[in-house]
Structures are given as structure tokens and as C-alpha cells.
């Protein structure tokens, strides 16, 4: 438990670039942030690595930062949680070193290998019936046919670098990694389990499945201990308290994911109430009563870091890397702040302007296709660079509106009242408002950037003494709007035009790419 005079949160956000760390009060006042990037091993085939050690070395630098404005960060340090990427998978020894770099939830060299670990005949979307059957009931879901989650990607070390295979000690996620190199404990949490698909689901069984575990080839004894999102893991080693600068006392707690933590952030934690979450990728997400499923358009919920509570995951692939990539084309290289003001002055939208389909890395949903690729339909001489600007905001934020529309199906989704939106990308005032009109939906905005950072420092409000649950802590983040978009009546007009346009556009792009022809 914290001392006396232990009074804030360290909460460490890991993104796929880069780390936000916020100094986080019983308020749930952000007193001091800093972001570290680290960089991303992009190759042929899909490689898409990370080093370990990259991210430890910029949580470093960045409480070293963080300590000239806070010389009394240890004193007052009362835990340190993380919140990160998930579907990674870091091979590790007993001692927890890396045995390669981390195949990044990016990667998709794994995706034939995931095609055949989920194919045959007879088969229903991709999947053979006997398999799929299995997974549901076990899982509530099964392995992407991207190959991108954690079961294809071990599979791929396996077949690729049995040495290391047969040395791995444990395999991690992120965070898990993090955590190890904080305590020295090998632990994971449901999230990061759930998306093995190993593990089950089921109420009252949740735990690593060996039935699962042999169907994939993968023993489970290579696995993490599953631990609660806010149980205490331990305490900082002597070594990583003298790296990071902190005091060896300093609880370090289990932690969670990404998404789990955008979804504390959003204050959206009642059940069927779904918010966004738009950074280099978007998802929308909302805590459940029960299981969901929706194996047509591959999302489900999980177990989430708490309490295994169900947790809908609607993931796409691009959002802001998108945006990003259309910045770039069009111009020079950009910060994320100077990625928002790059859509201030791109002008009305025009009648004749291009539809850009935002499928940069593949797609998840409401299609699971990884060989999707982003398109300009309709350029011509005329189009200036406002216009792939602009085609590329609606772009991104009609491809979430193609999901949305589906989700929203979800039994107990709630279909009306604002909806909370978070992630850097929400930052963007212009895409915000594109989107209420989109989904014709009031969307409400926080502190857009640092919502991972707040729903992060949340999972410690019960060590801390801030509330009696995460959920009650959680729930007063609703507070902190910071603007409100309502839907423009004459612009909704002009979207559902444009969409059901791009719906036959949409419609005959992934056609193409299924042919057996395509690349």
C-alpha cells in the first residue's frame, strides 16, 4: 500500500508509437504528461517489429522529464500501472530477456499460417465449421484470419525459429513484458489471454483452455498467470527502481490493455454504452452483461482486465495513420498536433470530391480481410491536395460509420444519447464533427489525448483510497467534457448521400480483393 504522503499515479499509456505518461491526482487531474516515441521495424511481408527495451528506455526518459518539473515524483508516487498495445508476442527466457523482438500486434506474416490453423471443409465464413463450433463455445470468438492476433504469430515463431520455441519460457504481451521488467513477475491479463484464443471464456471458467491450447499446438505452460487489471502485482526490482527513479517500494499494479483503458477513459462504463476510440487505429467498444458475437462481421466481446467482465471489440485498422498518410502525400511530415490543424483549412466539401477507402494495413471489421487496400475513387485533374485531405477525414470517418452501423445491431447496444469519443485523433475538431454527422450522433469529447492515460490511473483509485471500484472512479471521467458535437442537419443530408454511394464503391473494392488473383 502507498505511504502517507503518496498521493498520485504514474499511469503509462503505450501506443504503438509511442509511451504518454501522466503524474494523475484523486481528481483525476492530469498534473503533468510527457510522450516518448520509440521506433517500429516495418519490412517485406508484413514484418512489423518492436525491441523490447525500446519502450522500457522511453518510460525512462520520460520520468526523468517528468522529474525536473516533479523533483518529488518517488515521495509521492502511490503505484504505477501501464495500459498498452496488445496482440503482441515477445518470446522471453526464464529471466524474462527477449529472446527476438516483439512481433508487433502489426505483423501479419503469420497470415497464411493463421488461414490454414482456422480452414477446411465444410466452411462458414472463412471457417471450418467443426473448429469454429468449438471456439465460440469455448472462446466467443476465434483466431483473425489476418493472422495478426497472438495465436498465428506464435505458431509462426514455432514453425520459423523452433530454437527459439523450444527456449521460450514465456510468451508475453506488452504490458505483461513491462510488468516483468518493473516486478520480475510473469503475469497477463484477460485481455491479453482472451485474444490468444487459448484461453476460455466461459462464466465461472476463465482460465487457459487445453482443449484450445492443443487444437493451436501451443502449451499452455508457456503462458502467464492471469491476474486482475488492479491487483498489485508487486513492487519495483531494485534495478528497475533505479532506472526508472523511482522508490523500490512503489506498488506496480497488473494492468490492462489499450482498450480496456480507453474505455475507463471514456466514462462510458454502464452496460451496452458504446464509445470511439480513434488514434493510429479506431475501435468502438462497451462493457456488456453477457457474452457477444458477431462472427459475419469479426467482432465479439472479451474478457476484460476486470473481473472478466465482457467488453465488445470493434477494431479497424487505420484511422489517424491514415489521416497521417494523407498529410504526407500532400505535403511534409507532421506532429500530432500539427496533424490536427493540417484538416483546419481544407475547405467545403465539394459534390464531385473523391471517396478514399482508409484500408492502408488491411481491415477488421466489419470485413476481415487483410489484403484490403486503401483507394482514391474518382480523381481528376482538378482534385488539389484540400481535396485528398478532405477525402481522406470522410474517408476514415465513413469507414467507422460501415462498422458502427453494425455494432449498433449488438443485443442491449444503446441506440441513442451521446457517444464518447477519445483517442488522439479526437483532438481533431473537424473530424469530430464529420463524425457526429456521420452517425448523426451527439458525440462528447474529453481529454481526447489523454484518455488512456486517466481510464489507466483509474485501475488504481481502490490502492489509492479515490473510490471503492475502478467502475466508480471510471463513471466521474464523464464530467470532464471538453467539447460537444451535434449532428448538422443539411451535412447528415450530404453524408448518407455520400455514403450510400460509397457503399457500392465499398462493395465491389472488396470483391476484387477476394478474387484468388488478388495480391
Known amino acids: 500500500m ?12 503505450f501506443g504503438t508509437s509511442g509511451v504518454k505518461v501522466g503524474l494523475v491526482d484523486g481528481d483525476l487531474t492530469i498534473l503533468a504528461k510527457v510522450t516518448e516515441t520509440y521506433p517500429i521495424d516495418l519490412g517485406s511481408g508484413g514484418r512489423a517489429e518492436q525491441h523490447p527495451e525500446d519502450w522500457w528506455a522511453a518510460l525512462a526518459r520520460a520520468l526523468t522529464r517528468l522529474r525536473h518539473e516533479w523533483p518529488e515524483i518517488a515521495a509521492r508516487a502511490g503505484a504505477l500501472v501501464f495500459s498498452t498495445q496488445v496482440c503482441g508476442v515477445i518470446a522471453t527466457a526464464r529471466d524474462g530477456t527477449p529472446l527476438r523482438p516483439c512481433l508487433t500486434w502489426l505483423d501479419k506474416r503469420a497470415a497464411g499460417l493463421g488461414q490454414a490453423l482456422i480452414g477446411g471443409f465444410p466452411s462458414v465464413h472463412g471457417y471450418q465449421v467443426g473448429k469454429l463450433a468449438t471456439w465460440l463455445r469455448l472462446a466467443n470468438g476465434a483466431p483473425a484470419k489476418n493472422g495478426m492476433d497472438p495465436t498465428a504469430k506464435m505458431i509462426w515463431i514455432r514453425e520459423n525459429e523452433p530454437d527459439i520455441f523450444a527456449n521460450t519460457h514465456r510468451f508475453l504481451d506488452v504490458k505483461d513484458w513491462l510488468v516483468h521488467r518493473a516486478t520480475g513477475q510473469f503475469t497477463t491479463s484477460a485481455e491479453s489471454a482472451n485474444l490468444t484464443w487459448i484461453m476460455d471464456t466461459r462464466p465461472g471458467r476463465e482460465d487457459w483452455s487445453e482443449a484450445l491450447a492443443r487444437k493451436c499446438g501451443l502449451p499452455t505452460d508457456k503462458m502467464a498467470m492471469i491476474v486482475d487489471a488492479d491487483a498489485v502485482v508487486g513492487t519495483l526490482t531494485p534495478q528497475a527502481a533505479a532506472e526508472l527513479g523511482l522508490d523500490a517500494a512503489t506498488p506496480v499494479l497488473g494492468g490492462t490493455s489499450d482498450v480496456t483503458a480507453a474505455a475507463l477513459g471514456s466514462g462510458a462504463v454502464a452496460d451496452g454504452e458504446l464509445h470511439i476510440s480513434a488514434a493510429t487505429s479506431v475501435w ?49 511530415p507532421v506532429t500530432d498536433e500539427e496533424l490536427t490543424g493540417a484538416f483546419d483549412a481544407i475547405g467545403e466539401s465539394q459534390p464531385d470530391d473523391p471517396f478514399f477507402l482508409p484500408w492502408l494495413a488491411g481491415e477488421r471489421v466489419p470485413v476481415d480481410n487483410n489484403k484490403l487496400r486503401g483507394t482514391f475513387w474518382g480523381l481528376g485533374l482538378h482534385h488539389d491536395a484540400n481535396a485528398l485531405r478532405r477525402a481522406a477525414l470522410e474517408g476514415v470517418a ?20 451521446p457517444i464518447s469519443l477519445g483517442g488522439g485523433v479526437a483532438a481533431n475538431a473537424v473530424f469530430a464533427q464529420t463524425l457526429a454527422d456521420a452517425l448523426n450522433r451527439d458525440i462528447r469529447v474529453g481529454q ?31 464530467g470532464q467534457t471538453t467539447a460537444h458535437y451535434q449532428p448538422n442537419p443539411d451535412r447528415v443530408d450530404q453524408l448518407n448521400a455520400r455514403d450510400s454511394r460509397l457503399s457500392r464503391i465499398r462493395a465491389d473494392m472488396v470483391k476484387s480483393y477476394q478474387r484468388t488473383d488478388a495480391p
Open 2 to 13: 502507498p505511504g502517507h504522503s503518496a498521493d498520485l499515479v504514474i499511469a503509462a499509456d
Open 284 to 332: 468502438i467498444a462497451g462493457f456488456f452483461p453477457g457474452r457477444r458475437l458477431s462472427v459475419p462481421h469479426s467482432y465479439a466481446t472479451i474478457c476484460s482486465g476486470l473481473g472478466y467482465r465482457p467488453l465488445l471489440i470493434a477494431t479497424q485498422e487505420s484511422a489517424g495513420s491514415a489521416m497521417e498518410w494523407a498529410v504526407k502525400l500532400t505535403g511534409r
Open 398 to 417: 465513413l469507414n467507422l460509420r460501415w462498422a458502427f452501423g453494425k455494432v449498433i445491431r449488438t443485443r442491449g447496444a444503446k441506440a441513442d444519447g
Open 448 to 478: 481526447a489525448r489523454h484518455a488512456g492515460v486517466l481510464g489507466t490511473a483509474t485501475l488504481a483509485a481502490p490502492v489509492m483510497g479515490w473510490a471503492d471500484t475502478v467502475w466508480d472512479c471510471a463513471r466521474r471521467l464523464q
